[in-house]
């Protein structure tokens, strides 16, 4: 294989490509502003991989997590089974604790529960998330489908909160709906999430 060079000598200075990179094609394929809403749902199609951004998710009750799960007949149901690890950091504002670990109540074994994207995200005005969710190839009707996940919130007791998560749908079957909610009943006061495919 040969050894592919780019025309610049650094990335912040790079102008051009050299034609052997395949950059692939990231559209916006949907966006949903919240307006106390219940859930978001999103139709997928057949794009190689989904990325989900959503941006400043803001409860309209305190220390709400925010939650996905998918669907294999076209948002009927959301209950595709998921085994996932989640693990989490934090600091809070009067820097007196600080805490890197693994959340074994936010993982899921073989579960048709909603997967954690969060963790308690504040309602306070300025409190809220924001993060991303990338699930591979949802159309596959062979494998399984990964995801990966973060989020950084705001926590409900004055926590600057990360979140890592990751696991697979443990489906063969096309994943062609996804679904995002609070865990409990309560709605989606506001925030946008943007869907982008990608080839």
């Known amino acids: 294989m040969a050894l592919t060079k780019l025309n610049n000598n650094g990335i912040a200075g790079v102008t051009a490509l050299p034609s052997s990179i395949a950059l692939g094609d990231m559209t916006l394929v949907s966006s949903a502003t919240a307006s106390g809403s219940a859930t978001i749902d999103f139709t997928l199609g057949d794009y190689k991989e989904y990325q989900f951004y959503f941006v400043n998710i803001h409860p309209a009750n305190n220390a709400e997590i925010f939650t996905f799960n998918g669907s294999t007949d076209n948002g009927s149901n959301y209950n595709v089974t998921k085994t996932s690890t989640f693990f989490y950091s934090y600091h809070n504002e009067s820097d007196t604790e600080t805490r890197l670990d693994y959340e074994a109540g936010q993982d899921l074994a073989q579960s048709t529960n909603y997967q954690d994207l969060t963790g308690q995200i504040g309602n306070d005005n300025d409190q809220n998330a924001s993060g991303y969710l990338h699930i591979f190839n949802p159309s596959s009707t062979t494998y399984v489908k990964h995801f990966i996940g973060q989020s950084q919130i705001t926590e409900a007791t004055d926590y600057s909160f990360t ?14 709906a996804i679904q995002f909610k609070f865990r409990t009943s309560n709605n989606i006061d506001s925030g946008t999430i943007l869907m982008y495919g990608i080839n």
Do not use: V
């Open 163 to 176: 979140s890592h998560l990751a696991g697979y749908m443990n489906t063969t079957s096309a994943i062609n």
